[in-house]
């Protein structure tokens, strides 16, 4: 038995080419987005990029209204994201102050508070209850939370001497002696 | 009752109605400055809440869009423009605070152009699919060229066949 072969003419090579490419990039693109979304936060071990905080003015550092992370190698740096909206910042306020005020003098340690999407009006009724002194600033567009891929207010992040990220807390610290745990052995 | 007393007693009413009417005047001329809910509500809706995703900040129930919503309400006291807020907005808490996006060409035309890439090859795609079946039927029977039937479709067909 025997039957008539159609003439096989299919799609152009270089339609499927392209089709097949623009389907694989999308996919690429979806997948990246994903995984960036489970990554969760920076993770210790890595060295942070340098970024500029904008200093509310009377929480200037050393008279200059922006700090650079870069301008702070060779001291531990303890990066704090807040808000005055967040009920849970205020049950570490106080105690990170403490810290502050005992680390302050040695001149190894800097605390910078990140104020995560807040009114000015608002931050400074907050930094003025809980008697905050350390350099504070809004996180202007949200660049640096983004950076660190803060999901909610309180993180913290310690950052040793040489740039890497050494520790992060997830939500408030209950004690000073939680936050002193982390920053002694970068003492060291 | 001497009549120096009923004078005096007349300019004491007299202060306490003039007293009465400058701080009903105050507080009218206050009202008067301060922007309604609605102005308010007007421009929230074309933000964003910061926290919860895709929410609009004049529905938004949490403590961080009543404080972003009291900053409008300041910000048109002060006689900023809607335009100006909502550039005010973007620029201090990124993009994602602002349902218009300011970079238009990268919003709106990257996704219509990726869009009509993909209808053109499609469109291509399909044309090209067509065009085999027209092919086909274009050449005569006569001229088919015979191909080998496969040997189970071949066993198929007799015992097909048998059945009938």
Same mark, same amino acid.
């Given at each position: 038995?025997?039957?008539?072969?159609?003439?096989?003419?299919?799609?152009?090579?270089?339609?499927?080419?392209?089709?097949?490419?623009?389907?694989?990039?999308?996919?690429?693109?979806?997948?990246?987005?994903?995984?960036?979304?489970?990554?969760?936060?920076?993770?210790?071990?890595?060295?942070?990029?340098?970024?500029?905080?904008?200093?509310?003015?009377?929480?200037?550092?050393?008279?200059?209204?922006?700090?650079?992370?870069?301008?702070?190698?060779?001291?531990?740096?303890?990066?704090?994201?807040?808000?005055?909206?967040?009920?849970?910042?205020?049950?570490?306020?106080?105690?990170?102050?403490?810290?502050?005020?005992?680390?302050?003098?040695?001149?190894?340690?800097?605390?910078?508070?990140?104020?995560?999407?807040?009114?000015?009006?608002?931050?400074?009724?907050?930094?003025?209850?809980?008697?905050?002194?350390?350099?504070?600033?809004?996180?202007?567009?949200?660049?640096?939370?983004?950076?660190?891929?803060?999901?909610?207010?309180?993180?913290?992040?310690?950052?040793?001497?040489?740039?890497?990220?050494?520790?992060?807390?997830?939500?408030?610290?209950?004690?000073?002696?939680?936050?002193?745990?982390?920053?002694?052995?970068?003492?060291? | 009752?001497?009549?120096?007393?009923?004078?005096?007693?007349?300019?004491?009413?007299?202060?306490?109605?003039?007293?009465?009417?400058?701080?009903?005047?105050?507080?009218?001329?206050?009202?008067?400055?301060?922007?309604?809910?609605?102005?308010?509500?007007?421009?929230?809706?074309?933000?964003?809440?910061?926290?919860?995703?895709?929410?609009?900040?004049?529905?938004?129930?949490?403590? @961080?869009? *009543?404080? $972003? /919503?009291?900053?409008?309400?300041?910000?048109?006291?002060?006689? &900023? !423009?809607? +335009?100006?807020? %909502?550039?005010?907005?973007?620029?201090?808490?990124?993009?994602?605070?602002?349902?218009?996006?300011?970079?238009?060409?990268?919003?709106?035309?990257?996704?219509?152009?990726?869009?009509?890439?993909?209808?053109?090859?499609?469109?291509? @795609?399909? *044309?090209? $699919? /067509?065009?085999?079946?027209?092919?086909?039927?274009?050449?005569? &029977? !006569?001229? +088919?060229?015979? %191909?080998?039937?496969?040997?189970?479709?071949?066993?198929?067909?007799?015992?097909?066949?048998?059945?009938?």
């Amino acid at each position: 038995m025997t039957e008539t072969t159609p003439p096989r003419r299919g799609v152009a090579l270089w339609i499927q080419i392209v089709i097949w490419l623009f389907l694989v990039g999308l996919l690429v693109i979806v997948a990246l987005g994903l995984s960036r979304r489970q990554q969760g936060t920076v993770q210790p071990g890595q060295v942070i990029d340098n970024f500029s905080l904008t200093l509310y003015s009377g929480y200037e550092l050393d008279g200059a209204s922006q700090v650079n992370l870069d301008d702070l190698r060779g001291k531990v740096v303890v990066i704090n994201f807040w808000a005055s909206w967040c009920k849970p910042c205020e049950q570490e306020a106080a105690e990170l102050q403490q810290a502050w005020t005992e680390y302050e003098p040695t001149g190894e340690v800097m605390f910078l508070g990140v104020d995560y999407v807040d009114t000015e009006t608002d931050a400074r009724v907050y930094l003025k209850k809980f008697g905050i002194t350390y350099p504070n600033g809004a996180d202007l567009a949200t660049k640096i939370s983004q950076y660190f891929r803060v999901k909610a207010v309180p993180e913290t992040y310690f950052v040793d001497k040489e740039g890497v990220l050494r520790f992060v807390q997830v939500g408030p610290f209950f004690s000073v002696d939680h936050i002193r745990a982390q920053i002694d052995p970068l003492l060291k | 009752m001497p009549k120096r007393r009923i004078r005096n007693t007349q300019y004491a009413i007299l202060l306490i109605l003039l007293a009465t009417l400058f701080a009903t005047l105050s507080v009218a001329l206050a009202q008067g400055t301060s922007p309604t809910d609605d102005e308010v509500n007007k421009i929230a809706k074309k933000l964003y809440c910061p926290v919860c995703e895709n929410t609009p900040l004049d529905v938004c129930p949490t403590e @961080a869009c *009543r404080q $972003w /919503r009291e900053q409008i309400r300041e910000m048109l006291s002060e006689g &900023k !423009s809607e +335009a100006e807020i %909502v550039d005010y907005f973007a620029v201090t808490y990124g993009e994602r605070a602002s349902g218009d996006p300011r970079d238009k060409l990268k919003a709106y035309l990257v996704p219509a152009m990726a869009i009509l890439l993909g209808a053109a090859l499609l469109v291509s @795609a399909l *044309r090209a $699919w /067509r065009k085999p079946l027209v092919a086909e039927s274009a050449i005569p &029977k !006569s001229d +088919a060229k015979p %191909v080998q039937q496969d040997e189970y479709i071949s066993r198929v067909e007799e015992e097909l066949k048998k059945r009938n």
